[in-house]
């Protein structure tokens, strides 16, 4: 036997067992973009209640990015009937392959960059009603002075970095996480939470040494 | 400290970054949760289907629409025009047989003075017909 086919057959016939958490959860995946393209082409046909079968399972997922983009709940609500609304006028262009969340954030992401810049005012100010602060340790004064520097260092990101430090700085979510919601790489992922990182701790230095 | 300097410190690239409570608190204290219960979900997927229902109107939903004025239309445009047509044979009925006859002389090569005689009397016979019925 050669080297080259010892080589081979060493990763043809892996010496470890496959990670059986890792292996369900690419099965889930499967059977999503399975369940998911059934659907899409029973709208694609015609049949207008499978797109309210695809609205009912991703309307929260796009809601939270909406809602992250906008910073309104209004106006989030607003955007994601927008973002099914094109969906289902683009239905066609979408590939039943791929999964279909990371193509509906896509659209979210992108449509919602535009209601931003055309609402900037608004959608800089979270609204009062729907938002519990955490409990800081700023006074209002200085709770408003950050949040104005925020927005402002949130506008000089790109749509993509903003995204990536909300969802995992503020919302939690792994970097496997969002590279899945994203259809990014993780590593894609870290660079820009990296980025992201390092302009938001310059502009907000004094904010953060304040904070609890 | 920056994300790169972990990195430095023993650990990868390909390791999920760390946590940073501070800067985490900051940005939640400043963008607040996402308002996931003030949400009426059933109703906005009741919107968004609205909205594409009213949207999607397929080819079949224009005839559904249509139908019930087009077809008498239709049927009303078809008896005025047999009306017309036996109307037309009983008074001029030169007016009928001379379209054919320039085709026929055209077809069978006749000559051009002969063809354009046929054609003007195709085109008399027809506004002499048409006068008739304005009148």
């Not at chain 1, 960059?113 to 009062?128: D, G, K, V």
Request: charged share 25%.
């Amino acid at each position: 036997m050669t080297a080259t086919t010892t080589a081979r057959s060493l990763l043809v016939s892996p010496t470890h067992s496959p990670d059986p958490f890792e292996s369900s959860l690419a099965d889930e995946r499967r059977a999503i973009i399975e369940r998911d393209a059934a659907l899409v082409r029973r709208v694609r046909e015609g049949d207008v209640a499978a797109f309210d079968e695809i609205v009912k399972s991703y309307m929260r997922q796009v809601f939270q990015v909406a809602y992250r983009v906008v910073g309104h709940r209004e106006d989030a609500e607003d955007l994601v009937q927008d973002c099914f609304l094109a969906a289902y006028q683009y239905l066609d262009s979408y590939d039943i392959d791929r999964p279909f969340g990371p193509w509906i954030t896509r659209i979210v992401l992108n449509r919602g960059a535009n209601l931003r810049r055309s609402r900037a005012r608004r959608a800089t100010e979270p609204e009062t009603d729907a938002v519990s602060p955490a409990p800081s340790a700023l006074d209002e004064a200085t709770r408003a002075e950050a949040r104005e520097k925020l927005a402002e260092v949130m506008a000089a990101l790109n749509e993509r970095q903003r995204m990536i430090v909300t969802m995992f700085d503020v919302d939690g979510m792994t970097s496997t996480e969002i590279g899945e919601r994203l259809e990014l790489a993780p590593g894609t992922v870290r660079w820009h939470l990296h980025e992201a990182r390092r302009v938001l701790r310059i502009a907000l230095a004094r904010f953060i040494e304040d904070a609890p | 400290m920056t994300d790169l300097h972990l990195h430095r410190g023993g650990r990868t690239p390909t390791d999920e970054p760390r946590r940073d409570p501070r800067l985490s608190a900051l940005l939640r204290g400043l963008m607040g949760p996402i308002p996931m219960n003030d949400v009426n979900w059933d109703a906005l997927a009741s919107r968004v289907g609205a909205a594409i229902r009213a949207r999607h109107t397929p080819w079949w939903g224009y005839v559904e629409h249509w139908q019930r004025r087009a077809i008498p239309l239709a049927a009303a445009a078809g008896l005025l025009s047999a009306t017309l047509l036996v109307h037309s044979w009983v008074t001029h009925p030169e007016a009928l047989i001379s379209a054919p006859d320039m085709v026929s002389a055209v077809v069978a090569g006749a000559p051009a003075e002969d063809a354009a005689t046929a054609f003007s009397h195709s085109v008399t016979s027809a506004a002499a017909y048409a006068v008739d019925l304005l009148e």
